[in-house]
């Protein structure tokens, strides 16, 4: 078990660049989750995947967000044409196939959008 | 949706006792508690399944009322390494494994 892990740790792009980041799971997780994190607030819910399938995705995101799990392995969070707003920690989570059960994080991508 | 925490912050000496409290306008499956220190990913403490329970380890435990749809998470003789930020975490009956994080109460223990 080595743990989530998330790259790049950090990420400093322009307004206007596209940015991807990877995340890998637990291998035996099938469940994996994307957070937004701001300074002082608690992890807002992006997105989350079963295996490859993509279950939801927030009304609060816009569409300039899109990620992907091809395979049901490793995923990717890509960000389409970057805005000041969108610097935050990007963090990663998966935990095992039903409700109830705990997530592992990972360290997090921190984006700073200049 | 995202629910409510309170303090939103506490200091407390080392030996002291906190409790922070978790609550949801939603009816809910599970409450989940984690632990963040600065600059570092959330760790996970504990979860509690509806049925109304009580679960500890250590010094920390927390009781999930599922009628009143609020959590509390008690924190007892308070070391140094309990600072930081704590965010509950609830699952709904309707849509469960989607875990939505409250704003956090930051902890901060002092000698």
């Known amino acids: 078990d080595t743990g989530v892990s998330q790259d790049p740790r950090h990420k400093i792009t322009k307004r206007g660049q596209n940015v991807t980041f990877r995340c890998d799971p637990i291998?035996?997780?099938?469940?994996l989750y994307w957070y937004r994190q701001t300074l002082g607030q608690g992890p807002e819910f992006l997105t989350y995947f079963q295996n490859e399938a993509q279950l939801e995705k927030s009304r609060l995101l816009s569409d300039r967000f899109s990620a992907e799990r091809p395979k049901g392995s490793f995923s990717t969070l890509e960000i389409q044409r970057t805005e000041q707003g969108d610097s935050a920690m990007y963090l990663c989570?998966?935990?095992?196939?039903?409700?109830?059960?705990?997530?592992?994080f990972g360290s997090g991508t921190q984006l700073s959008v200049l | 949706q995202q629910p409510v925490q309170s303090p939103q912050a506490v200091i407390l000496r080392e030996g002291e006792d906190a409790v922070i409290n978790c609550s949801s306008s939603k009816a809910l499956y599970s409450v989940h508690w984690y632990r963040q220190k600065h600059g570092e990913a959330p760790v996970f403490l504990m979860i509690?399944?509806?049925?109304?329970e009580q679960k500890g380890h250590d010094k920390i435990s927390a009781s999930f009322n599922e009628k009143k749809q609020q959590s509390s998470l008690y924190l007892t003789a308070s070391q140094l390494s309990y600072s930081g930020t704590y965010f509950c975490?609830?699952?709904?009956?309707?849509?469960?494994?989607?875990?939505?994080f409250g704003p956090g109460t930051s902890l901060s223990v002092i000698p």
């Open positions: 975490g609830t699952e709904s009956p309707t849509s469960y494994d989607k875990v939505i």
């Open positions: 291998s035996e997780h099938n469940r």
């Open positions: 989570a998966s935990s095992f196939l039903q409700g109830g059960e705990k997530l592992f």
């Open positions: 509690l399944l509806k049925g109304g």
